[in-house]
């Protein structure tokens, strides 16, 4: 940290209860940001989420197409959630207290904390199939058992790990971001020389011999995948953005903010996916441990050694967020004690994941699931910071008020019919691998699914129409257009 030679015990005091980061214990480098989101989206998950667009039955281009397309839309709006935890020093779940109400935000809270641990597993259950592909090279294990009293013990192992990481903090979480996200980097480059120049990939590749898809059914998979890994996988970092960024001094540029941020997000997935892909068009798999050993053979010791990097620093992340997610539902327990509580619980989750089968539906559901109401409240938020306040000093203080305040709303009745309307229509336009994610106007498309645009669209405009009435009441009175808005996204985008 750079803002004060006093910043490490400042923070350290600062995050144990849920309160603004004043400047003084900021940090004036963004370098940290970009190795933050770098970190935590070079995992296993990406390889997966690559081949899944081929698992899917699409070809190799439309599968890049996708993933290049919707991740810089995707990570573009990323970036303005980025820049409000900037500018006023709280988190995601703090910020949105303004838009569903001091009380009404215990529901996007607890969706929040849940959505933190069923990522924390699931990235746990990964590593797994990872580290049984190596112990079987190994000879440790046999591979083709199922090993599952091998993998709870190896997940117990990994999940003190990440939990002890997090305990630690903001601090102890940017510098192992910072130590062991280059040479992973460098793994990764070796792994893609090996595989794109030496595994012979068909780079034509168009989809399984007999059954390429045309016309319509195309444009339903690339729809489909687009939603869990394309837009959708932007859509999924929007409540955790502000988490990190409240430690990044007001002084610091904002358009550098949001170049190191969403550049440090789209680099990874795009490059994991490809990888994925390419593999992916050799093996037709998506089990990660699979995709890794049958293509690099002898060399998948080394290279999983050091990826399973991945997963860990994307857990550092969940467990840490879900720590002050829950800390905003006015529950006065210690940062620290929360993630020793979110260590069981993704234990538990992670013991349910083994003894589930299929990788690729489960992760489908899973991805499919919660951008139903992340769409829905990126549309609300984006809206109430960047087009309700703009011209307005915000007042972020009052966020931090106790429950009772006269400066917020108990329950904000705009957000909240906005944010369910907005649930509603993702649902409608959902397309799922399971017949309760399938809506009824996806359903009538042929499969395709736009899920994601019609959900935050539709919070989004209802919130435009509606959130002005509670405004009058609670926000500040608009300030000279002479005085720089508090949240202005033209100087972002100039």
């Not at 006269?406 to 399971?434: C, K």
């Not at 736009?450 to 609670?474: D, F, N, Q």
Request: proline content about 5%; glycine content about 10%; some cysteine.
């Amino acid at each position: 940290m750079s803002a004060s030679p006093h910043a490490p015990s400042v923070i350290a005091d600062l995050e144990q209860q849920l309160q603004p980061i004043p400047e003084e214990a900021r940090t004036r480098s963004v370098s940290g940001q970009f190795w933050i989101w770098c970190g935590a989206n070079i995992a296993p998950i990406n390889w997966v989420l690559g081949a899944l667009g081929v698992d899917f039955g699409l070809g190799l281009w439309d599968t890049v197409l996708v993933l290049v397309v919707g991740n810089l839309i995707g990570m573009s709006l990323f970036g303005f959630f980025v820049l409000l935890g900037q500018r006023t020093g709280a988190t995601g779940m703090v910020l949105s207290r303004a838009v569903f109400g001091r009380v009404g935000n215990y529901l996007p809270a607890t969706i929040q904390a849940c959505l933190a641990i069923g990522w924390c597993a699931l990235n746990t259950w990964i590593i797994l199939d990872l580290v049984m592909a190596l112990l079987g090279k190994l000879g440790v294990v046999d591979p083709n058992a199922a090993n599952n009293g091998a993998r709870i013990l190896v997940a117990a192992v990994i999940m003190i790990a990440q939990v002890v990481i997090s305990w630690l903090g903001y601090r102890a979480i940017a510098a192992f971001e910072r130590w062991t996200v280059p040479p992973t980097i460098a793994v990764l480059i070796g792994m893609s020389i090996t595989a794109w120049f030496f595994l012979h990939i068909d780079w034509g590749y168009a989809g399984p011999a007999g059954h390429v898809l045309t016309g319509s059914a195309r444009w339903a998979a690339m729809t489909g995948v687009m939603t869990a890994i394309g837009i959708g996988w932007g859509i999924t970092w929007f409540t955790y953005a502000a988490d990190y960024s409240r430690f990044v001094s007001r002084e610091v540029p904002r358009r550098k903010l949001y170049l190191a941020s969403t550049f440090g997000q789209f680099l990874p997935v795009v490059w994991l996916g490809l990888l994925g892909a390419t593999l992916a068009t050799k093996s037709t798999t998506v089990d990660p441990g699979q995709l890794i050993v049958q293509n690099f053979g002898v060399l998948a010791v080394p290279v999983l050694l050091l990826v399973i990097h991945g997963p860990i620093a994307t857990n550092i992340l969940n467990i840490y967020t879900f720590s002050v997610a829950t800390q905003a539902l006015d529950l006065k327990v210690p940062r620290r004690a929360l993630n020793l509580i979110v260590g069981v619980f993704s234990m538990a989750v992670v013991v349910f994941f083994i003894y589930k089968g299929d990788f690729a539906n489960t992760l489908d559901e899973f991805l499919s699931g919660i951008v139903a109401w992340i769409a829905a409240w990126g549309g609300i938020m984006l809206v109430h910071y960047y087009w309700l306040l703009r011209g307005r000093r915000s007042d972020s203080a009052k966020l931090f008020d106790p429950v009772g305040t006269h400066r917020l709303p108990g329950v904000n009745w705009a957000g909240m019919v906005a944010f369910f309307a907005g649930i509603a229509m993702t649902w409608l336009f959902m397309y799922g691998m399971v017949p309760a994610l399938q809506g009824p106007v996806a359903r009538a498309m042929h499969g395709v699914d736009l899920s994601w645009l019609a959900g935050g669209l539709t919070s989004a405009g209802i919130y435009a129409l509606l959130g002005p009435l509670v405004a009058r009441k609670y926000d500040e009175v608009p300030q000279a257009r002479s005085t720089p808005a508090a949240f202005d996204v033209e100087e972002v985008v100039a």
